[in-house]
């Protein structure tokens, strides 16, 4: 039986024809998602969403220039005539196809996969199999946006979210959170049928909260969210802006800012932000505490900068910890990024009821000292993610009773008293990392220049937001 890799790698194989007309690595899925939503919808027997005379049939057979030509004007029409998610998919869709029989030999080739097969596994599963390829495509650039499978699950099976609860992602990329979130979910309810129909509702329309500012990627996360069932909203738009602001309050929040500089998404206006920054990771850890109701509780991939960066660093990791009861940092072994050098944790917390003293300790989980050099060669696995998920617990709210594994173990308790003397620096190590002096295990080159332009991007940031200060202009929240 035809697997969902074996698909993927067939779908891949088709970026080469791609390539052929000119179309590059950053266009290829967006290119593909048009032509496989329109297989897609034939495949489930949902060709019904889509107007008569602009299906996949009415375009497989056409032929040559006619078939290039309806094409583009099927993508207009869909972007003006379709209705709900499918004209929302489709809002200023174009082709880069400029030659006839590519176009032609994509059409031909889809229609010749094994969907059968596809369908057993999951059309689900198959698109998100071929986001996860392209981001880990270096050349692409799509890492930025996608977190490991693994990883993900981490925090979904840490965090535990609930039927009933509202789930939010500000960054939501291509929605692989908020689609684990929703698998997790259905199993523990048969697939929803364990709810009252009312519930049923809630979890299909109305349980989960997306924003993402990037256009193309919000249109993937539009089609990964359809695929796996996943109706509710998805925003276009800019979580550190009004749009922010207006979101519904979350009691479970699951995320993955972006790295890096703000660019692309204009000036933010959030005026509900204590602390002004120029840091987009600050930013968005204010959001997220902001936002959840009292008891919400929090899982969030930052990157070490936001553990100890000073002046309005240290105020805001000051109000988290007043606000809130952050209760395990896990610092995340480094490579696990396509494309990127950074250094990463996740950050657990829950609201508090009230804004005042709620973090008595914080336990850190070190999974980055003596871990293997992860990439293509050692890939990442849910395994690796074993040993902290037991010293986790199993109370998502992490109250569960915890040891502390000493200097020589990987997990160990901080109270707050002692975080406060280290001027509220949460970059705790403790562990001696061999790999640090093994020159065999040093990053790729690639990866040691990605993390020099990150430093230097975040310092420049930073060296903007102060002359803007110095200047009385408005600061980039």
């Keep these: ?49 889509l107007p008569k005379g602009y299906r996949w049939d009415d375009l497989a057979a056409r032929d040559g220039v006619e078939q290039l030509a309806f094409y583009r004007s099927l993508l207009v029409h869909l972007g003006n ?8 998919i489709f809002n200023d869709a174009n082709t880069s196809l400029r030659q006839p029989k590519n176009l032609s030999k994509l059409v031909s080739d889809i229609d010749k996969l094994d969907w059968y097969s596809a369908r057993e596994e999951g059309l689900g599963d198959l698109y998100e199999g071929l986001l996860e390829r392209n981001a880990s495509e270096k050349k692409s650039g799509a890492g930025q946006y996608f977190t490991p499978r693994p990883l993900i699950e ?43 129909v009312k519930q049923q509702t809630f979890q299909r329309k109305h349980a989960f909260v997306g924003v993402e500012l990037v256009p193309d990627t919000h249109r993937l996360l539009l089609m990964n969210c359809l ?34 500089t703000k660019k692309g998404g204009g000036r933010p206006t959030r005026d509900d932000f204590t602390h002004v920054t120029g840091n987009k990771q600050l930013a968005f850890l204010q959001h997220i505490y902001r936002t959840l109701k009292p008891g919400g509780r929090a899982a969030v991939v930052l990157p070490d900068n936001v553990l100890f960066e000073e002046g309005v660093g240290t105020r805001i990791r000051a109000d988290l910890m007043e606000k809130c009861n952050l209760h395990t940092i896990l610092r995340l072994p480094t490579g696990i990024f396509y494309a990127q050098g950074v250094k990463t944790n ?6 508090g009821k009230t804004d005042e003293g709620n973090t008595k300790q914080v336990w850190v989980y070190d999974l980055r000292a003596n871990m293997p050099a992860f990439g293509k060669r050692t890939p990442l696995t849910h395994d690796h993610f074993a040993e902290f998920e037991k010293a986790f617990g199993r109370k998502s709210d992490g109250t569960s009773k915890r040891t502390d594994q000493g200097s020589d173990g990987r997990f160990r308790c901080f109270s707050r008293d002692e975080i ?26 690639e990866e040691i220049a990605a993390m020099i332009r990150e430093r230097l991007a975040t310092a420049m940031e930073e060296m903007e937001a102060l002359t803007a200060l110095l200047e009385g202009e408005e600061v980039e929240a």
């Excluded at 067939?10 to 329109?38: A, M, N, P, Q």
């Excluded at 979210?161 to 929605?175: H, L, M, S, W």
């Excluded at 996740?346 to 609201?351: A, I, P, Q």
Aim: hydrophobic content about 35%; glycine content about 8%.
């Design 227 to 260: 695929l796996h069932g996943v109706n509710s909203e998805m925003l276009l738009g800019d979580t550190l802006s009004p749009t922010g602001e207006h979101l519904p309050k979350a009691d479970v929040v699951l995320t993955n800012p972006p790295f890096g």
């Design 154 to 196: 981490c925090m979904v099976n840490c965090i535990k979210p609930q039927p009933g609860e509202v789930i939010q992602d500000p960054a939501a990329g291509t929605g692989g959170f908020l689609i684990q979130a929703d698998r997790s979910i259905k199993a523990a309810t048969d697939d929803l049928y364990d709810l009252p």
């Design 81 to 88: 005539e379709g209705s709900g998610r499918v004209k929302a």
């Design 346 to 351: 996740v950050l657990f917390f829950t609201r």
């Design 1 to 49: 039986m035809t697997t969902t890799q074996d698909i993927v790698a067939k779908l891949w194989s088709l970026c080469h024809v791609l390539r052929d007309d000119g179309i590059t690595y950053h266009e290829y899925v967006t290119e593909l998602t048009f032509l496989l939503f329109l297989k897609m919808t034939k495949e489930t027997d949902k060709d019904g969403q």
């Design 420 to 445: 406060k003397k280290r001027g509220n620096n949460l970059d705790i190590s403790w562990l001696k990392d061999d790999n640090a002096s093994n020159h065999d295990e040093l990053p790729e080159p």
